[in-house]
């Protein structure tokens, strides 16, 4: 009697694993917190912009999923000091301090993986995230693990959210092997581009003109006004404007995430 018991106990705890795993996203962040500008003549602080990580993070959370983070070699993320300014935060100013609580406390957060071991289990995500920020343009986007990740979760078509910035990963891709060719796309618009450049950090980065190079690559890229609250779902893939474009954001990629679980039940 206490073998069957013990028995059906350890079924029930390898299967809530499972369940967690099959339920986990990957969250990957950049830990950059240098930005050259001009050509190297100044440089500013910068990193992971945090609404942009947080909501997403929170969304996700909120609906039942497992969230794993990664950053080149496991190195805890930098936040970007401009995104914590009210600005940023909107109908969410009363989240904003609990997301400055959670990048300092937070267990998970603050011990990473490596991208290394994301890619090797990379089949314990359902999803994939990447949050926007200027850092991601210096670490993520010359990081040689970042195409192997991005072309596994476009083969087992799981849901990929890319944000502002982040969809210039794609790029990391080569034309003759990248599976997004075609696919309609959206990031940080050329114009929000140069009001970041001219008025906020008032200088030009090394890796600018998103828009342009994913056009050029192959994608169909449209964008909303500046500060729209905007994001684009094609298949698999949910990308996004800005920091405003959360609340469309969260909505397609869980309908991307639930699309996927259908798919695969």
Not at 58 to 79: C, D, H, M, Q, W
Not at 131 to 155: C, E, H, S, T, V
Request: charged share 20%; net charge positive.
């Amino acid at each position: 009697m206490k073998t069957i018991i013990l028995l059906l106990i350890f079924a029930m705890m390898t299967n809530s694993s499972l369940i967690a795993q099959n339920k986990k996203v990957l969250f990957v962040l950049s830990a950059a917190d240098t930005l050259a500008l001009n050509k190297g003549q100044k440089t500013r602080q910068t990193g992971v912009f945090l609404n942009e990580f947080y909501l997403a993070y929170k969304s996700v959370l909120e609906n039942g999923y497992v969230i794993e983070f990664a950053t080149p070699n496991g190195v805890v993320a930098t936040i970007d000091k401009e995104s914590i300014n009210d600005k940023y935060w909107l109908d969410n100013l009363e989240i904003k301090n609990q997301a400055i609580h959670f990048v300092t406390k937070d267990t998970g957060f603050n011990a990473p993986v490596t991208l290394a071991k994301a890619i090797k289990n990379h089949e314990n995500y359902i999803g994939l995230i990447i949050p926007g920020g200027q850092g991601l343009m210096i670490d993520l986007i010359k990081n040689k693990n970042i195409p192997i990740l991005l072309k596994q979760f476009a083969k087992t078509q799981k849901p990929t959210g890319l944000i502002c910035h982040a969809p210039s990963l794609i790029l990391t891709i080569p034309k003759e092997e990248n599976p997004y060719i075609g696919f309609k796309v959206n990031s940080v618009s050329p114009f929000e581009e140069y009001v970041i450049e001219k008025f906020i950090m008032k200088g030009k980065p090394t890796k600018r003109k998103i828009a342009k190079q994913l056009r050029k690559l192959g994608l169909k890229y449209s964008s909303g006004l500046p500060k729209a609250n905007y994001a684009v779902k094609d298949r698999n893939l949910v990308t996004s404007q800005n920091p405003f474009s959360s609340g469309y954001f969260n909505t397609l990629y869980l309908e991307a995430l639930n699309e996927y679980a259908v798919a695969n039940h």
